[in-house]
Structures are given as structure tokens and as C-alpha cells.
């Protein structure tokens, strides 16, 4: 491990791969861009550019001859349990895109091959690294709304795709079921954080409003009901763009209230003449994920959020599908459960 840069390897070089090498890109100090992986060889050299990182058409083959201590998963779904499996085992640090896996049986073989080999695994949960995110926990945690009751996220968009233009998205095998597992993994990981507690039941309603090509549904709304009494509700559609004025995310507490946009705060205790407005600092969401991914590896610190919340994440998902296919309030299985009877992951 070299002690000032982690040299990463990137597995997969598709369209968010370019977010992440600007997020590489943009941490010079801590983040050195060594290697990519894809079978396609344009993709792979585009994504290259001039950065002197070294192609392989394998991952595979990165992971044995590549000096890399990290890799970086942007790989269509179904492939993100085995691109894990293998980078544990060669003893490389991970940072994976969402959604973690698609299964508990996928949950289980990660954690047990992340533990074994002692890695640090880190969810590319972007959001997370939005300033508004940041201060909403920062206000929730120091008291300033008191006991929180009612958490809300919503990510929708009006979203083009067509049969001819959405590959691997638009079949259930692949994609591991519709949008709710796909765009709608953000406003769940969004609502796990903000409401702190683990996640206990779920009930949901999916539909497909537009994109009636899709195996899955292109539109989901769930209520989930989390240990420490907040109730949680989600909205994500890539059917419509959500009416104007419907928050990215809003937490009610006893003591008051708070709105973000995404891009601006403001919260309003019980008794305030008028909601104070929050100044916040732009970011660069990216280079701040892929900054505190490297400062976790080179101070060996735990990273906001592991293949644990991963996991607590795709159980929220996986109970709303339970739910709205038996039309049932469906429980949450805890991480212990997922991943069956050995150690939790901390
Ligand atoms: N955080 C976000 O906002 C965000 C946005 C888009 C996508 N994503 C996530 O990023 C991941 C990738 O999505 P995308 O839109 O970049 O997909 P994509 O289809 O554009 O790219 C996937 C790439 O993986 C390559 N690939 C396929 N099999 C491979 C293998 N065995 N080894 C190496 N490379 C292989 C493909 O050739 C392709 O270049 C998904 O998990 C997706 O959910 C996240």
C-alpha cells in the first residue's frame, strides 16, 4: 500500500465511469486512476484518455498483474457480486455502485468474502456527499428538530429510455427487478440515513406508468417503519418528473421541521417566525464520494457507509417488492438475517 495515493482499478468503463475518473481526477492527491477493465476496448480506451492508466480487456487480468490497491465496480448489476467476490479475494479495497447485489444469497457471499479477506468495502451512495445531506444529518443529530417522526425522499425524472437505448435496464435478471432497484436505490439509502434507526417493515405500491416495455416497474412509492418509531416514505418514478415544489428530501420532528431541494436547506423550529435558510458550499458530488472513499483507505477509518447499509438497503427493497407482490405490510430481514447465522458486518 503505497502511503500517499490508493491506486485504483476501474472495473467497467460505461457511463458513470466517467463521473468517476473526474472524481479520481479531482483528488491528485489521494487517487491515482492506474487501471481499467472492460471487454469492450473502445470503452475502456476512452475512458483512459491520456491518464497513462493501463487497459485490460478482464478484470481478471487486472486484478492479477495490475499495481492497484482498489477497485472501482461500474458494472451492470447482475455482474456486482462476482466482481466483489473477486477483488476481496485478491485483496483489493472496494468501492461498488449501487445497488450492492440483488439478492441475500448474492448479500451473504459478499460480506463473507469482505470479512474474510479484511477489505474495506464502500457503497457508492453519491448522495450522501450533497451538503444539504450532510447538514440535514449534522441538524437531526445534534438535536436541533428533537425526536424525529417523518422522513421523506423522492427521486424522480422523466426519464427517455426506449427499448433500443436501455440494454441491460430493462430486463428483471439484469437490472435485479425495475427502477426501484436501479434510480430508486438512492432515495432509500437517502431515507436509511436520515432516519438512523434500521429498517423494520416495509409496504409499497409499484406501477408502470409509461415505460410499459420494462420487466419491471418504472415507478415505486413505499412506507417504511424504522426501530427508533420514524415512519419513512419514498417516491421514485422515472415516469414523471415530480410536481413542482416536491422536496428531494424533508424530515419532521417534535421540536420542528426541514426541506431540501438538494441543492438548498431550510428548517423551521416550532415557534420561528419564518424557516431559516441554510448557506451551503457547491460540490463537486463525485470528488467528494471518491476523496472519502481514499482518505478511508489511507487512514483505515470506516467509510460512511459499507456492504452493511448496502445490504440494509437492498432489504428495504427487497421487502417492497415482497409487499407489493402479496399486496402485505412485509418485514425488513435485518442484515444478521440476510446474511444468514455468521457475524454482522459493522
Ligand atoms: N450513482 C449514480 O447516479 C449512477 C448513475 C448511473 C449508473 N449508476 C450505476 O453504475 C453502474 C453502471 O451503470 P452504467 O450506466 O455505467 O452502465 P453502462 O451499461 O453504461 O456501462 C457498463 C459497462 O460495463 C462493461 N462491462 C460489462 N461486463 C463487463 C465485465 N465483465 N468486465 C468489465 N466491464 C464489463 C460494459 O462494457 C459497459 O462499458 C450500475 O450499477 C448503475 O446502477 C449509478
Not at 449501487?98 to 470479512?115: F, G, I, S, W
Request: glycine letters at 10%.
Amino acid at each position: 500500500m503505497p502511503s500517499t495515493t490508493v491506486r485504483i482499478g476501474l472495473i467497467g468503463a460505461g457511463g458513470i465511469a466517467g463521473a468517476h475518473i473526474a472524481g479520481y481526477l479531482r483528488n491528485p492527491g489521494t487517487v491515482t486512476f492506474a487501471a481499467v477493465a472492460d471487454p469492450v476496448r473502445e470503452a475502456a480506451d476512452l475512458r483512459a484518455g491520456d491518464t497513462g492508466a493501463a487497459v485490460y480487456a478482464d478484470y481478471a487480468t487486472m486484478l492479477a498483474e495490475a499495481d492497484i490497491d482498489a477497485v472501482d465496480i461500474c458494472l451492470p448489476h447482475h455482474l456486482h457480486k462476482d466482481a466483489i467476490v473477486a477483488a476481496a479475494r485478491a485483496g483489493k479495497h472496494i468501492l461498488c455502485e449501487k445497488p450492492l447485489c440483488l439478492t441475500p444469497e448474492e448479500a451473504a457471499e459478499v460480506d463473507a468474502a469482505v470479512t474474510a479477506a479484511g477489505v474495506t468495502l464502500m457503497c457508492a451512495h453519491n448522495q450522501l456527499f450533497l451538503p444539504a445531506v450532510a447538514k440535514a444529518k449534522e441538524l437531526i443529530d445534534t438535536g436541533v428538530l428533537g425526536h424525529v417522526y417523518e422522513v421523506r425522499t423522492t427521486d424522480s425524472f422523466f426519464n427517455d429510455f426506449d427499448p433500443s437505448n436501455m440494454g441491460w435496464r430493462s430486463h428483471a435478471a439484469t437490472s435485479g427487478g425495475g427502477e426501484l432497484i436501479d434510480t430508486g436505490y438512492h432515495p432509500t439509502y437517502l431515507l436509511l440515513h436520515l432516519a438512523g434507526g434500521s429498517p423494520v417493515e416495509v409496504t409499497a405500491m409499484l406501477a408502470t406508468h409509461r415505460l410499459l416495455f420494462m420487466e419491471g416497474e418504472d415507478s415505486a412509492q413505499l412506507l417504511v417503519r424504522f426501530d427508533n418509531g420514524v415512519i419513512g416514505s419514498l417516491v421514485t418514478s422515472w415516469a414523471y418528473q415530480p410536481a413542482d415544489g416536491t422536496e428531494k428530501f424533508s424530515v419532521v420532528g417534535e421540536l420542528g421541521s426541514l426541506t431540501s431541494d438538494g441543492l438548498s436547506l431550510s428548517y423551521r423550529r416550532r415557534g420561528d417566525a419564518a424557516p431559516t435558510m441554510v448557506e451551503l458550499p457547491p460540490v463537486h458530488e463525485f470528488e467528494a464520494e471518491i476523496g472519502h472513499f481514499a482518505r478511508s483507505i489511507l487512514a483505515g477509518t470506516r467509510p460512511l457507509h459499507t456492504q452493511k447499509e448496502g445490504i440494509q438497503v437492498l432489504g428495504i427493497i427487497l421487502a417492497a417488492y415482497e409487499s407489493a407482490r402479496d399486496r402485505t405490510i412485509a418485514p425488513v430481514r435485518s442484515v444478521g438475517e440476510l446474511v444468514g447465522s455468521g457475524p454482522q458486518p459493522d
